[in-house]
C-alpha cells in the first residue's frame, strides 16, 4: 500500500454524464466538448482520493494533489500555511469582480464497508460525506475556466479554495479567512453532496439551509466509593443518567419550539467496576439550532439547565462549551444566479426546493463576511440511500460532470452580475 496520491492508470471508470441534459444550454466556448474528455478523469481523482483519504487537518498529500492538477492547467494555485488546503485564482479581466468557490477535502474518522475496487486504504478513514466528490468538481471547474481565461473569456476572477477540517473544531473555513481566501471577494458559493436527491438535481434554498451546530462536554467528579453505601458518597453513575435524559428535554423547554434546539449526546461513560462508584463520569454531544437568535443564548441556557439538574446530586461540573458555526443563511440574490445556473446547466427540471437540515456546515463562516450560497447536490443512487456520514455511503459519479456544469454557468453569471 502507498501513501502517495499519485493519479492512478487504467481501469474502469463509472458512466458519466457528458451530454449536456435535454432544455440546458450549452457551456460556452465549446467547453462541453473539454468536459466530455475530462470526466475519466475527473473520475479517476475522485476514486484515488477515495482510497486514500485524510482526517481534518492532515490534508497534505490531498493538497498536493490538487496543488499539482490545477498547475498542469496553466494555473498558479498557493498552499495554505499549513500546507493542507489549496487557494487558487484564476485570472480573467483584471478589472472585473472577484467570484469564490469553495469545496472540502477532509475525510471521517469511520473504517470504509464498501464492496468496491476504490475503497479507502487507510484504517479507521473514509470519505463518508462526499468531500472527494466536491474536491474533483472543483477541479473540473478550475480545468474548464482557465481556457476560458485563456482566450480571455472571463469577465473578471475565480477563485477556487479548497478547504481542509470542514468537519472538526476549530473550522477550516476560518483557515482559509485568516489567509485572505477572501480578499476582495464579492460572492461565494458552494455545493454539497445530498443523497435524498435523484443526479440531476440541484436543492436550492434562500434563508437557512443548515442549522447552527455546537459541541457540548460535560465533565462530573464525586470521591468515589462503594455500590454497597452510595449515602457515603456522591454516584456519579446515576447524576450521569439525569444528565443525558432530563437536559436535552430541560433544553428544550427553555427556547422557542420554533427554534428546533436539539441536544444528543453522543458518548457517555463513567467507571470501570461494577461494584465501585467512579469519581469521575463524562457526556458529550452535539447541541443543534435552526435560528441565529437561538444559537447566540444557547451556551448561557446549557449551562443553567446542567447546573440546575446535576446541583441536587452533589457532583461537581465541568461544562465546555465549544463554539461550532452557526447556520449557513443562503443570500436571496446568489440564490438568484444559482437558480439561473441551474437552469442553463440542467434545464429547469434540474431546480428542486430543499428543507433546512439539521446538519452544520462551516461554509456559514464565509457568509459572515460576505454574501452567498450553499446549493445540494443530488447524488441518490436508485433504491435505498445510505445517509452522509455512514460508512457505506457511495455517492453516484454522474454527479461529477453535473456539478461541474453548475458551477461553471454559476461563476459566469456570478461575475456578470457583479460587473
Given at each position: 500500500m502507498?501513501s ?9 471508470l463509472a ?8 432544455g440546458?444550454?450549452?457551456?460556452p466556448f ?11 478523469g ?8 477515495h482510497s486514500h483519504?485524510?482526517l481534518s487537518?492532515?490534508?497534505?498529500e490531498t493538497?498536493?494533489?490538487i496543488?499539482r492538477?490545477?498547475s ?6 498557493r ?6 488546503g489549496v487557494i487558487?485564482?484564476?485570472?480573467g479581466?483584471?478589472d472585473?469582480?472577484?467570484i469564490a ?7 471521517l ?10 475503497r ?7 470519505h463518508?460525506?462526499g ?15 482557465a481556457?476560458?481565461?485563456d482566450?480571455?473569456?472571463?469577465p473578471g476572477r ?7 477540517a ?7 473555513s ?11 471577494v464579492v460572492q461565494i458559493?458552494?455545493?454539497h453532496?445530498?443523497?435524498n ?5 440541484i436543492g ?19 470521591p468515589?466509593g ?12 446515576d447524576a ?6 432530563e ?14 434546539l436539539l ?22 454531544g452535539?447541541l443543534r ?26 457532583a461537581t461540573?465541568?461544562?465546555?462549551y465549544?463554539?461550532?458555526?452557526p ?9 438568484q ?9 440542467l ?6 426546493e430543499?428543507?433546512q437540515?439539521m446538519?452544520?456546515?462551516d ?5 459572515e463576511?460576505v454574501?452567498?450560497a450553499?446549493?445540494r447536490l443530488g ?7 445510505v445517509d452522509l456520514h455512514r460508512a457505506s455511503?457511495?455517492p ?13 454557468q454559476?461563476?459566469?453569471?456570478a461575475?456578470a452580475?457583479?460587473s
Amino acid at each position: 500500500m502507498t501513501s502517495a496520491l499519485t493519479l492512478p492508470s487504467g481501469g474502469h471508470l463509472a458512466s458519466s454524464w457528458t451530454a449536456a441534459p435535454t432544455g440546458s444550454q450549452p457551456l460556452p466556448f465549446e467547453l462541453d466538448h473539454l468536459l466530455a474528455l475530462r470526466v475519466p478523469g475527473l473520475i479517476a481523482t475522485r476514486r484515488h482520493i477515495h482510497s486514500h483519504p485524510e482526517l481534518s487537518g492532515q490534508e497534505f498529500e490531498t493538497a498536493a494533489l490538487i496543488a499539482r492538477e490545477l498547475s498542469l492547467a496553466g494555473l498558479r494555485p498557493r498552499l495554505l500555511p499549513k500546507g493542507n488546503g489549496v487557494i487558487c485564482d484564476i485570472d480573467g479581466r483584471p478589472d472585473g469582480p472577484v467570484i469564490a468557490l469553495r469545496a472540502d477535502i477532509d475525510a471521517l474518522p469511520l473504517t470504509d464497508t464498501k464492496d468496491v475496487p476504490f475503497r479507502s486504504t487507510v484504517d479507521g478513514v473514509c470519505h463518508a460525506c462526499g468531500h472527494d466528490v466536491h474536491t474533483s468538481i472543483m477541479l473540473g471547474v478550475g480545468m474548464l475556466l482557465a481556457q476560458l481565461a485563456d482566450q480571455g473569456e472571463l469577465p473578471g476572477r475565480v477563485r477556487l479554495i479548497f478547504q481542509p477540517a470542514e468537519e472538526i473544531l476549530p473550522c477550516g473555513s476560518l483557515e482559509v479567512i485568516e489567509a485572505g481566501g477572501l480578499d476582495d471577494v464579492v460572492q461565494i458559493f458552494a455545493l454539497h453532496c445530498d443523497p435524498n436527491l435523484p443526479v440531476g438535481k440541484i436543492g436550492l434554498r434562500v434563508g437557512p439551509i443548515t442549522a447552527a451546530a455546537d459541541n457540548v462536554t460535560v465533565r462530573l467528579t464525586g470521591p468515589g466509593g462503594h455500590t454497597a453505601r452510595p449515602h457515603l458518597t456522591v454516584d456519579l453513575v446515576d447524576a450521569l443518567g439525569r444528565l443525558i435524559t432530563e437536559v436535552p428535554a430541560l433544553v428544550s423547554r427553555r427556547v422557542p419550539a420554533n427554534s428546533g434546539l436539539l441536544l444528543v449526546f453522543g458518548h457517555a461513560s463513567a467507571g470501570t467496576r461494577y461494584n465501585v462508584i467512579p469519581s469521575e463520569a463524562c457526556a458529550s454531544g452535539t447541541l443543534r439550532v435552526m435560528d441565529r437568535d437561538t444559537w447566540e443564548m444557547a451556551p448561557k441556557v446549557v449551562g443553567q439547565v446542567v447546573r440546575d439538574v446535576i446541583a441536587p446530586t452533589g457532583a461537581t461540573v465541568d461544562l465546555e462549551y465549544l463554539r461550532g458555526r452557526p447556520p449557513v443563511s443562503n443570500d436571496s440574490r446568489a440564490i438568484q444566479v444559482l437558480t439561473a445556473a441551474t437552469a442553463a446547466a440542467l434545464g429547469p427540471e434540474g431546480i428542486a426546493e430543499t428543507p433546512q437540515s439539521m446538519g452544520g456546515e462551516d461554509f456559514s463562516w464565509y457568509l459572515e463576511y460576505v454574501p452567498g450560497a450553499l446549493a445540494r447536490l443530488g447524488v441518490g443512487r436508485s433504491g435505498p440511500n445510505v445517509d452522509l456520514h455512514r460508512a457505506s455511503f457511495d455517492p453516484d459519479e454522474r454527479a461529477i460532470p453535473v456539478g461541474v456544469r453548475v458551477m461553471v454557468q454559476t461563476a459566469l453569471r456570478a461575475l456578470a452580475a457583479a460587473s
